[in-house]
């Protein structure tokens, strides 16, 4: 009998042994997995209301089982509790307030129990492995990592990385790039996440980080610091643009990533496919960073509007097609890469569009101050382009301009002030008519213009506007993908984009408009008080 008790307590500390090296978890946990198998399984046979413990010694396989009992006064509990009386016979001397030990004899564990406690351990190490490979994983996102392809299932890629799986989805593979089950592949962690199933790692070959991740493996400047990628954008497959700047003076940012005969783009090049990547010199100047990332395209020119965050680029018009580039991947490049919505242009678009909008803010000087072309031209050709520019202008920077003097200059000023008025006033008539409430006239930042545009909108009401997230008021037109349908090239924005609002003022119209909600709250109280005191009478 002997013999078999000591090959069985042999067997579980191999048995420990084995499943802690073949998962890579520590062995405490696999000890402490077959502890808590053992407890239950013992708590079933004397019963699941008793506090049973556990104990297995990792070295000798010794295992201990015993209750764990309370020495009260009054015993409620005849499970977990016991009087002192009873209790100094379990263990002499025992006092009030005491936990006493009281071994229990060893069991048998019988198929059922076996099985239950077989599931026990098995969970607890598929546990302690998932969260293994969380631990080993979390802190390596944005690292290149090689796999071997286990299988690719509805166009994902799964990979074998040794100690777990990562998945490459469709859309962050290179297009048309074949891959087979046993193939080696590089790729970078996009994500870890922990998930019911377990953590699931995410990896990527299409995004930009991969490329730097792989300069950084190819080029010892950028691993060292000396060098740095401020930006990268990338058409996965096809092109892709990347903005280095050096620390060092004397270290050509561009050369160093080339290479040597191009020995070090091409590494990079062969492990994305054949992706043609352009290497552009970053600037903190944002004209001049645009201009590079527009290579090989020759800009003529760059007007950038800070608070569209747009950039208009004028170009030759034999270089419009270069600019643009096939089916406009160049431009969308260079977007990506600036972060800024670029618009393309010839000379002749841009002198047009010029042209266009000297007649329109003449005309409009003209009929709004009752000036005549001459004047008005003047105004536009020294950068007034709205009537509150001219309203609103220091009378010296008006009396500046050539063959302009104090007297001209204060009365311009004037007929601008009674234009905007004029125009407050028809605007006011206007949303009226709509059927906008004057309440919202209250609202602060907002003019009648805007409530025009409120009530072209359908928000007529304080409740309207008070409905509104801030983004849907004033969030601005943002420009997509050139690629698109026309329906769908421009995000619409916020209700009120064309105005130019500010975050904080749009929050400011929005807490407005909600403030007599939160007034409303105490109405009804007050409401019934009164119907009471109207019933009494």
Same mark, same amino acid.
């Given at each position: 009998?002997?013999?078999?008790? &000591?090959?069985?307590?042999?067997?579980?500390?191999?048995?420990?042994?084995?499943?802690?090296?073949?998962?890579?978890?520590?062995?405490?946990?696999?000890?402490?997995?077959?502890? *808590?198998?053992?407890?239950?399984?013992?708590?079933?046979?004397?019963?699941?209301?008793?506090?049973?413990?556990?104990?297995?010694?990792?070295?000798?396989?010794?295992?201990?089982?015993?209750?764990?009992?309370?020495?009260?006064?009054?015993?409620?509990?005849?499970?977990?509790?016991?009087?002192?009386?009873?209790?100094?016979?379990?263990?002499?001397?025992?006092?009030?307030?005491?936990?006493?030990?009281?071994?229990?004899?060893?069991?048998?564990?019988?198929?059922?129990?076996?099985?239950?406690?077989?599931?026990?351990?098995?969970?607890?190490?598929?546990?302690?492995?998932?969260? $293994?490979?969380?631990?080993?994983?979390?802190?390596?996102?944005?690292?290149?990592?090689?796999?071997?392809?286990?299988?690719?299932?509805?166009?994902?890629?799964?990979?074998?990385?040794?100690?777990?799986?990562?998945?490459?989805?469709?859309?962050?593979?290179?297009?048309?790039?074949?891959?087979?089950?046993? *193939?080696?592949?590089?790729?970078?962690?996009?994500?870890?996440? @922990?998930?019911?199933?377990?953590?699931?790692?995410?990896?990527?070959?299409?995004?930009?980080?991969?490329?730097?991740?792989?300069?950084?493996?190819?080029?010892?400047?950028?691993?060292?610091?000396?060098?740095?990628?401020?930006?990268?954008?990338?058409?996965?497959? &096809?092109?892709?643009?990347?903005?280095?700047? &050096? $620390?060092?003076?004397?270290?050509?940012?561009?050369?160093?990533?080339?290479?040597?005969?191009? &020995?070090?783009?091409?590494?990079?090049?062969?492990?994305?496919?054949?992706?043609?990547?352009?290497?552009?010199?970053?600037?903190?100047?944002?004209?001049?960073?645009?201009?590079?990332?527009?290579?090989?395209?020759?800009?003529?020119?760059?007007?950038?509007?800070?608070?569209?965050?747009?950039?208009?680029?004028?170009?030759?018009?034999?270089?419009?097609?270069?600019?643009?580039?096939?089916?406009?991947?160049?431009?969308?490049?260079?977007?990506?890469?600036?972060?800024?919505?670029?618009?393309?242009?010839?000379?002749?678009?841009?002198?047009?569009? @010029?042209?266009?909008?000297?007649?329109? @803010?003449?005309?409009?000087?003209?009929?709004?101050?009752?000036?005549?072309?001459?004047?008005?031209?003047?105004?536009?050709?020294?950068?007034?382009?709205?009537?509150?520019?001219?309203?609103?202008?220091?009378?010296?920077?008006?009396?500046?301009?050539?063959?302009?003097?104090?007297?001209?200059?204060?009365?311009?000023?004037?007929?601008?002030?009674?234009?905007?008025?004029?125009?407050?006033?028809?605007?006011?008539?206007?949303?009226?008519?709509?059927?906008?409430?004057?309440?919202?006239?209250?609202?602060?930042?907002?003019?009648?213009?805007?409530?025009?545009?409120?009530?072209?909108?359908?928000?007529?009401?304080?409740?309207?506007?008070?409905?509104?997230?801030?983004?849907?008021?004033?969030?601005?037109?943002?420009?997509?993908?050139? $690629?698109?349908?026309?329906?769908?090239?421009?995000?619409?924005?916020?209700?009120?984009?064309?105005?130019?609002?500010?975050?904080?003022?749009?929050?400011?119209?929005?807490?407005?408009? $909600?403030?007599?909600?939160?007034?409303?709250?105490?109405?009804?109280?007050?409401?019934?008080?009164?119907?009471?005191?109207?019933?009494?009478?």
């Amino acid at each position: 009998m002997a013999t078999a008790i &000591s090959a069985n307590k042999a067997e579980l500390i191999a048995i420990a042994n084995s499943v802690a090296s073949e998962k890579m978890i520590d062995k405490a946990i696999v000890i402490e997995a077959m502890e *808590d198998a053992i407890q239950r399984a013992a708590r079933a046979r004397y019963g699941a209301e008793n506090d049973i413990r556990a104990k297995l010694d990792p070295d000798t396989g010794d295992l201990r089982l015993w209750r764990v009992v309370e020495v009260v006064e009054t015993v409620e509990d005849y499970f977990k509790q016991v009087d002192l009386k009873q209790g100094q016979k379990l263990q002499p001397g025992a006092a009030l307030g005491d936990f006493i030990v009281d071994p229990l004899p060893p069991i048998d564990l019988g198929r059922i129990d076996a099985q239950s406690a077989k599931q026990v351990i098995f969970q607890k190490v598929r546990d302690a492995e998932r969260e $293994r490979q969380y631990e080993e994983f979390k802190d390596r996102v944005g690292e290149i990592i090689t796999g071997v392809v286990k299988s690719v299932e509805f166009g994902h890629v799964v990979v074998n990385l040794g100690r777990a799986e990562g998945v490459i989805r469709r859309d962050q593979q290179i297009p048309r790039e074949v891959v087979r089950v046993g *193939d080696r592949v590089r790729s970078v962690v996009l994500n870890v996440r @922990r998930e019911n199933r377990g953590p699931q790692i995410f990896l990527s070959r299409a995004h930009p980080e991969f490329m730097k991740k792989l300069f950084a493996q190819e080029v010892p400047e950028i691993y060292d610091g000396i060098i740095t990628i401020m930006a990268a954008a990338r058409d996965p497959g &096809s092109r892709a643009k990347i903005g280095v700047i &050096s $620390r060092d003076g004397s270290i050509d940012p561009v050369g160093a990533c080339v290479g040597m005969k191009g &020995s070090r783009v091409q590494a990079v090049v062969q492990e994305m496919q054949g992706e043609k990547i352009d290497i552009i010199p970053w600037s903190e100047d944002t004209a001049t960073f645009v201009v590079n990332a527009l290579q090989p395209a020759t800009v003529s020119r760059v007007v950038i509007d800070e608070d569209e965050g747009r950039i208009e680029v004028v170009v030759p018009d034999d270089q419009l097609s270069l600019a643009i580039g096939r089916r406009g991947q160049n431009v969308r490049l260079a977007s990506q890469l600036t972060g800024k919505a670029i618009d393309i242009m010839t000379e002749a678009d841009a002198s047009e569009k @010029r042209q266009k909008e000297f007649v329109e @803010r003449s005309e409009m000087f003209q009929n709004e101050l009752d000036v005549d072309e001459t004047l008005s031209q003047l105004l536009v050709a020294e950068g007034f382009g709205e009537l509150e520019e001219v309203a609103y202008v220091g009378v010296e920077e008006l009396a500046g301009i050539e063959g302009f003097d104090e007297e001209l200059a204060e009365e311009l000023q004037s007929r601008a002030l009674e234009a905007l008025e004029r125009r407050e006033a028809a605007a006011r008539e206007e949303r009226r008519a709509l059927g906008v409430e004057d309440a919202l006239a209250d609202m602060p930042h907002l003019t009648e213009a805007m409530l025009v545009t409120l009530g072209k909108a359908g928000i007529k009401t304080l409740d309207d506007l008070a409905d509104l997230a801030t983004d849907e008021l004033i969030a601005k037109k943002r420009q997509s993908d050139r $690629r698109k349908n026309r329906e769908s090239a421009e995000d619409k924005g916020g209700v009120l984009a064309e105005y130019g609002l500010s975050e904080e003022q749009g929050n400011e119209i929005i807490m407005a408009a $909600r403030a007599h909600w939160f007034a409303d709250e105490s109405g009804p109280e007050t409401g019934e008080v009164a119907d009471a005191a109207d019933a009494s009478q």
